[in-house]
């Protein structure tokens, strides 16, 4: 081929994109054609049916053959159109990959350089002291919440049983006093001058002249 045509120098060949376009366009043109065929096919598929068998139907059905190996013809040329068009599409994917790799990895290096930049500025057992005394700190504060947090007159430590049982009990005492009446509950005995003290009946009511003499 190179001694019928030459080999041409220093003229830069068509790129993916641009062999694309001109694939795609080629087999748009096919299509069109083969349109027309179908077209030109169903009215001979019409007409023959319209017609008697005989030289005339023949002669329909003789042209309709010869469209029909045209039409296979541009269907084979654009199943070969659309086959170089997927190899241009693949070829064409690939090869923006690896700009996109070469991209990522010179991104990277990069970021490699500046993360061993700033890396160079930090030390580890800066870090370290760091956290201990911020950890110091919180313990330290830890301390301070729980000393101002401290009950007043309280025990330290309270039997569970032991509160339940004078919860129960308190609340046995405050049924028996919701459920008798007042005049019945005896007044409390009060401990000043025993003279002053007053004897009650077998109810729990004072008497009269009952101060002690």
């Given at each position: 081929?190179?001694?019928f045509?030459?080999?041409?120098?220093?003229?830069?060949?068509?790129?993916?994109?641009e062999?694309?376009?001109?694939?795609?366009?080629?087999?748009?043109?096919?299509?069109?054609?083969?349109?027309?065929?179908?077209?030109?096919?169903?009215?001979?598929?019409?007409?023959?049916?319209s017609?008697?068998?005989?030289?005339?139907?023949?002669?329909?059905?003789?042209?309709?053959?010869?469209?029909?190996?045209?039409?296979?013809?541009?269907?084979?040329?654009?199943?070969?159109?659309s086959?170089?068009?997927?190899?241009?599409?693949?070829?064409?994917?690939?090869?923006?990959?690896?700009k996109?790799?070469?991209?990522?990895?010179?991104?990277?290096?990069?970021?490699?350089?500046?993360?061993?930049?700033?890396?160079?500025?930090?030390?580890?057992?800066?870090?370290?002291?760091?956290?201990?005394?911020?950890?110091?700190?919180?313990?330290?504060?830890?301390?301070?919440?729980?000393?101002?947090?401290?009950?007043?007159?309280?025990?330290?430590?309270?039997?569970?049983?032991?509160?339940?049982?004078?919860?129960?009990?308190?609340?046995?005492?405050?049924?028996?006093?919701?459920?008798?009446?007042?005049?019945?509950?005896?007044?409390?005995?009060?401990?000043?001058?025993?003279?002053?003290?007053?004897?009650?009946?077998?109810?729990?009511?004072?008497?009269?002249?009952?101060?002690v003499?």
């Amino acid at each position: 081929m190179k001694r019928f045509f030459g080999v041409s120098k220093n003229v830069p060949g068509p790129t993916l994109e641009e062999a694309g376009k001109r694939l795609d366009g080629r087999m748009a043109e096919l299509d069109d054609k083969i349109n027309k065929l179908n077209q030109e096919l169903m009215a001979y598929d019409k007409q023959m049916k319209s017609m008697r068998p005989g030289p005339a139907q023949n002669s329909i059905k003789q042209k309709a053959i010869r469209v029909l190996q045209t039409k296979k013809m541009y269907e084979k040329q654009r199943d070969q159109l659309s086959q170089q068009s997927f190899n241009v599409d693949q070829t064409r994917f690939v090869t923006e990959s690896m700009k996109d790799t070469i991209t990522t990895v010179s991104a990277m290096k990069q970021g490699a350089k500046e993360m061993k930049t700033q890396l160079k500025q930090i030390n580890i057992d800066d870090v370290d002291d760091l956290q201990d005394q911020m950890q110091d700190l919180l313990d330290y504060n830890t301390e301070i919440q729980d000393s101002l947090s401290r009950a007043y007159m309280t025990p330290d430590t309270l039997d569970d049983s032991e509160l339940e049982a004078e919860l129960m009990s308190m609340g046995e005492e405050m049924e028996l006093e919701m459920s008798t009446p007042s005049y019945l509950l005896a007044p409390s005995v009060p401990t000043g001058d025993p003279q002053m003290q007053q004897h009650v009946d077998e109810y729990g009511l004072p008497q009269a002249n009952s101060i002690v003499n």
